[in-house]
């Protein structure tokens, strides 16, 4: 119950709970005070706060902190994917991925099953910025890299294909690392990148997805709820206004 009430904006976390444990939220009609009651997909759109309606949605929106040696898929047949790092509860709920992390890339991957924010996230037309930390062996980053990756590259590395990418910045972090941000989600972008200015990566770490980034006690294969302001930040990032209504 308060995490669906949260999701719907009209309050936060905390705030929800303390109204529901004092009465003053209702489904269908009948009082609720137990927090971590389950509400049935049909009673969605008969809940009221001191009697006022709100509109409610079972949307989820979650953080993983990708291991290593997983593939981004809810299934595969030969591979351990990030299935199992989603409580059991949580499958069947409709949630994916939102976008891709490559089997040895870890860290920050979202999970929604809002498919309309994770659409727009996932849109290279929103231009979400994602940024890595990345161990590579050749040469340190140079200017030239840095102005040949700010100015937009050009990546020729598919036959017959050649991909104007978005300008991205790139940092140097010691002889053999760089932060870089890209704005776009082509797949193996920052390896292929990386390579097309000679370099190989080694390790490639997502620390930052459109401002989400990993708790400081958040280990590997962790998952956990975002926060509403973490949501909220989300949504801005992609125009997507919250749809909820605003009540209290
Ligand atoms: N770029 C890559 O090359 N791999 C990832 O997993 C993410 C971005």
């Known amino acids: 119950m308060d995490r669906i009430l949260a999701n719907s904006g009209c309050g936060t976390r905390t705030e929800v709970k303390k109204w529901i444990r004092s009465g003053f939220v209702s489904v269908g009609g009948q009082i609720i005070t137990d927090p971590s009651a389950e509400i049935p997909e049909s009673n969605l759109n008969d809940v009221s706060v001191s009697g006022q309606k709100v509109r409610c949605s079972h949307f989820l929106y979650l953080c993983l902190n990708k291991p290593d040696r997983c593939l981004t898929a809810l299934e595969d047949t030969r591979l351990r994917t990030v299935r199992e790092f989603i409580p059991v ?136 709820d975002l926060t509403e302001e973490e949501i909220d930040a989300l949504k801005n990032a992609c125009g997507f206004n919250d749809r909820s209504e605003k009540l209290i």
């Open 89 to 224: 509860h949580l499958l069947g709920k409709g949630i994916a991925p939102v976008g891709r992390l490559d089997y040895h890339t870890t860290g920050v991957l979202l999970f929604t099953n809002d498919g309309e924010l994770n659409h727009r996230l996932s849109s290279p037309k929103h231009h979400i910025p994602k940024s890595y930390t990345v161990r590579f062996s050749g040469p340190p980053i140079d200017p030239e890299t840095v102005s040949l990756i700010a100015s937009g590259m050009v990546l020729r590395d598919r036959p017959g294909k050649k991909e104007i990418l978005s300008p991205a910045t790139i940092g140097s972090d010691g002889p053999s690392g760089c932060q870089i941000t890209i704005y776009e989600g082509k797949t193996h972008q920052v390896k292929r990148m990386l390579a097309a200015t000679g370099r190989s990566v080694i390790s490639l770490h997502r620390h930052d997805f459109a401002g989400i980034r990993l708790t400081s006690d958040q280990k590997f294969g962790q998952i956990r």
